[in-house]
């Protein structure tokens, strides 16, 4: 399986502050059509997933455009210009390249 | 607006087979991926497997002796069942329908239902 890992593992943050997360994938998830199939999702407390970002960068709808996602081949990353309360959970990259597809462990993001 | 509500025993023996069903609403079943996605307690998500419409099935080769994932589409209800079951295997279980592409993930979700396997 591809083995998906985020840093960090717990991120407080100040509100008003930028946060980033990373997320290195064990293989590269380029597809044979050409897309990363690269996403993420964020869990809120109590909560079911929420899908954020597909195919590495492009941003679902209703989500503010204060997330953005970047990379390429196996190394990802997502980044909150400036954190609000409501930014409050776990983050998790998932791919979709390979299956099984597979999630990172998750990045807690608290309010410092 | 498209629903997903799982169904099922919260409590299963070790050793037998876990059932869920998950019952869309708002939508039809059809044209569409449907997942299982498990989640252990304060763990990461694994997903389980999905089924199209029509049948066709994939699942994660480390459960794949153990699931089945079927669907009935007259009922706009899909189910899964897990085979002799572990302490391993309790988890929240989310059913979800997947995104127009599977490999962009999913787009609804079941609120998850917490299953115990314990004696």
């Known amino acids: 399986d591809v083995v998906m890992t985020q840093s960090p593992l717990s991120l407080p943050v100040t509100l008003g502050q930028p946060a980033s997360i990373s997320c290195r994938s064990s293989?590269?998830?380029?597809?044979?059509?050409?897309?990363?199939?690269l996403n993420w999702f964020r869990q809120r407390p109590g909560q079911s997933p929420r899908r954020l970002i597909y195919?590495?960068?492009n941003r679902d709808s209703g989500v503010p455009d204060r997330f953005s996602g970047s990379g390429s081949g196996a190394d990802f990353t997502l980044k909150i210009s400036r954190v609000e309360a409501e930014d409050v959970g776990v983050y998790y990259c998932?791919?979709?390249?390979?299956?099984?597809?597979?999630f990172g462990q998750g990045t807690k993001l608290e309010i410092k | 607006q498209v629903q997903l509500q799982e169904s099922g025993p919260g409590l299963v023996k070790p050793s037998e087979t876990l059932s869920l069903t998950c019952t869309v609403s708002g939508g039809s079943i059809s044209n569409y991926y449907w997942t299982w996605i498990r989640q252990p307690p304060g763990k990461g998500l694994e997903w389980i497997g999905y089924?199209?419409?029509?049948?066709?099935?994939n699942y994660n080769p480390s459960l794949k002796s153990r699931v089945t994932i079927s669907v009935d589409t007259s009922k706009n209800q899909f189910s899964l069942k897990l085979s002799s079951v572990t302490a391993a295997d309790t988890a929240v279980y989310y059913c979800a329908r997947g995104s127009w592409e599977l490999r962009v993930g999913v787009d609804y979700w079941g609120q998850g239902t917490l299953v115990t396997v314990s004696s």
């Open positions: 293989q590269s998830l380029v597809y044979g059509d050409g897309n990363t199939y």
């Open positions: 089924i199209y419409y029509s049948g066709s099935t």
């Open positions: 998932m791919q979709g390249t390979h299956w099984p597809y597979t």
């Open positions: 195919k590495v960068s």
